[in-house]
């Protein structure tokens, strides 16, 4: 009997040692205060980022079609809630207004535009790098047009997710007069999740692979991606239960709650994608990995 206390008592010890020591971390690397940089240049660069998406792929498509991709993807990155989707849609709709009533100015700012969205991965690669020690060694402006390179590859990756939603529109369409409606509809949604599931992972994998000044273990940037994708999935739904049920920023805040929202989950997931790699980069070297 005092053997098994024993171990239990050391399995706790052993834990308990552990939390401290990547909570040691976290408070070294600055970790919360970084997430918060990253979150205020989400929410600086979100708008030009949208505006940029609009103008360069709406010449491409039809940028109706590429409003209800964008649309889609900001819904599906936010915790399921009607409000923050009514509100994305109302922002969208009205940036396309502009867009459509812009002028020629409108596109001699398009570069401005996409210098400014390009911040975020600046505060990213900022982040980043002080978790894995990685030094600047080049020149600021190279990484700042590498930034661009990289916000021009995301918007490649949105184009390319406007050829999904057709697919999946004409499987779904030829699975509904094959499939009985329950086992159809219980397929639909499953489908729905794991391709949001997807494209965070390839989201996610993107950021830990390319934002870094120099190439992460591969295992690292597999674990810090499955470690974001499942922790970012839990905040979600797990933000948005505690919305629906216990919630008070309607009260506190009023018309401004959905704002308030938003901005606390940025916050949220900016430290999510923080810890990851840190609690990635913290496994590896357990597991006997080089140091950084």
Not at 62 to 88: A, H, K
Not at 192 to 199: E, F, K, T, V, Y
Not at 252 to 275: E, K, M, N, Q
Request: aromatic share 16%.
């Amino acid at each position: 009997m005092k053997r098994s206390y024993k171990k239990i008592y050391s399995i706790f010890k052993k834990a308990y040692s552990i939390i401290i020591e990547f909570g040691e971390r976290l408070s070294s690397n600055h970790i919360f205060l970084l997430s918060s940089g990253i979150a205020f240049n989400i929410l600086f660069c979100i708008i030009p980022l949208l505006l940029v998406a609009m103008g360069i792929l709406g010449s491409l498509i039809d940028p109706e079609t590429i409003g209800q991709t964008i649309n889609r993807i900001i819904t599906d990155s936010l915790p399921p809630n009607q409000f923050s989707s009514d509100m994305m849609s109302g922002t969208l709709a009205e940036l396309q207004t502009a867009f459509h009533l812009s002028s020629i100015a409108g596109w001699i700012g398009a570069f401005a535009l996409l210098w400014t969205s390009s911040a975020l991965f600046s505060s990213l690669r900022t982040g980043l790098n002080a978790i894995f020690n990685i030094s600047t060694e080049r020149f600021f402006l190279v990484y700042k047009f590498q930034d661009i390179l990289l916000t021009l590859v995301l918007l490649a990756l949105l184009l390319a997710s406007t050829l999904v939603a057709p697919i999946v529109e004409f499987v779904s369409s030829a699975g509904e007069n094959v499939l009985p409606s329950a086992i159809f509809s219980w397929i639909s949604g499953a489908t729905i999740h794991l391709i949001g599931l997807a494209s965070s992972m390839v989201f996610f994998f993107f950021l830990y692979r390319f934002i870094p000044n120099k190439m992460l273990p591969r295992w690292i940037v597999f674990m810090a991606t499955a470690i974001c994708t499942s922790l970012w999935e839990v905040a979600r739904f797990g933000f948005s239960w505690y919305l629906t049920n216990l919630g008070s920023f309607g009260k506190l805040y009023g018309v401004y709650a959905i704002i308030v929202t938003i901005a606390v989950w940025i916050y949220y997931s900016s430290l999510i994608t923080l810890i990851s790699a840190e609690a990635a980069k913290f496994w590896y070297e357990k597991r006997g990995g080089e140091k950084f």
